[in-house]
């Protein structure tokens, strides 16, 4: 085994407390699991808080599986200023009159059905994303600001939770439903300026990412005592269709080597078994479309991930995990 291998291969997800990066979490995951391979899927913000999915071991080969999913938000839209980070933990750089439609409930709704739907949004100055291989966050530090292309993202859901106001003046409390590539804060900023004024992002949790939500969450604290048994289930947590297959078939599996597409296909059902991940919760389903992702399970443990190519009337490889991925507790 290599130098900081574990052996071990999960899918844990933490509740990210607030004031730490998602870098530092994922610190403090290979201490606590003794493996250097230790991703997360999907970034939080230091002010956020929230669910944070922890690859650990070959587990972080689903990182571009799992981080592509929806993320749900409950977001604290503070209104009156902007800064330079779009969110709290920047300095003020812009104050404006809030109008005063703004502690309005109908106005507040129709703002933000505005924002509901297909659009392009421009990424906040201080973001990790690059341009000619310079990050815009750094560059901004140094006081060189990079122009970012708007990017298309989707807004699933916008929904209003409640108007306050507390010492810096009116607030609203929205619960989102985004796409890959959201920046909350670039949605406090432009509902801001939709609304006719200033705005930033006060405060965001995330209440969910995919199909694991805050329920299923530990904190690091409890982790550091509980370890693996906070694992959970990837197959449940990719939500892709679920092919079961015997000890022979999985050799050719960990092969590499594709497979026929006449077979049985399974798929979770909530209405069975809400309340766990085990696999009495899944239940006969028809077959994956051309170029749907299927999971490869052979008891406990998520073996590879195919793609079907109709054409070929098979299920060929796109990634695989030597020794599975382990499908958690409650197997």
Not at 79 to 89: N, Q, R, S, V
Not at 141 to 153: A, K, Q, T, Y
């Amino acid at each position: 085994m290599k130098r900081g291998s574990s052996g071990l291969s999960l899918v844990v997800a933490v509740d990210k407390p607030e004031g730490m990066t998602s870098h530092d979490v994922v610190g403090a995951c290979r201490r606590i699991f003794g493996e250097r391979r230790v991703g997360h899927a999907g970034t939080l913000d230091p002010l956020a808080t929230g669910v944070l999915l922890v690859l650990v071991g070959s587990a972080t080969r689903l990182n571009g599986y799992l981080s592509g999913q929806r993320k749900a938000y409950v977001a604290r839209i503070s209104f009156g200023c902007a800064t330079d980070t779009d969110d709290a933990a920047g300095q003020v750089i812009r104050s404006a009159t809030v109008p005063d439609e703004v502690a309005d409930e109908g106005f507040a709704r129709s703002v933000l059905a505005r924002f509901s739907g297909p659009q392009k949004q421009l990424p906040p100055v201080y973001s990790a994303l690059k341009r000619a291989g310079r990050k815009a966050c750094d560059e901004a530090r140094r006081g060189n600001i990079i122009e970012l292309e708007p990017r298309d993202i989707v807004v699933h859901d916008a929904r209003m939770v409640g108007i306050g106001t507390d010492e810096q003046g009116t607030f609203w409390d929205v619960f989102f439903v985004v796409s890959k590539g959201t920046y909350i804060r670039s949605l406090a900023r432009d509902i801001g300026r939709a609304s006719g004024t200033e705005a930033h992002l006060g405060a965001l949790r995330r209440s969910a990412s995919g199909s694991v939500g805050l329920d299923e969450c530990v904190t690091l604290d409890t982790l550091s005592e509980v370890g693996v048994r906070a694992a959970l289930d990837p197959v449940r947590a990719l939500g892709y269709t679920i092919c079961f297959c015997g000890d022979d078939e999985i050799v050719k599996v960990r092969n590499g080597m594709k497979l026929t597409l006449r077979r049985a296909f399974h798929a979770y059902d909530r209405s069975f078994c809400e309340s766990c991940a085990c696999t009495s919760g899944v239940r006969e389903t028809s077959a994956p479309a051309e170029g749907e992702m299927v999971s490869i399970v052979s008891g406990d443990r998520l073996y590879a991930l195919y793609r079907v190519d109709a054409v070929r009337r098979a299920l060929v490889p796109e990634v695989v995990f030597q020794n599975g991925v382990s499908r958690g507790r409650g197997l």
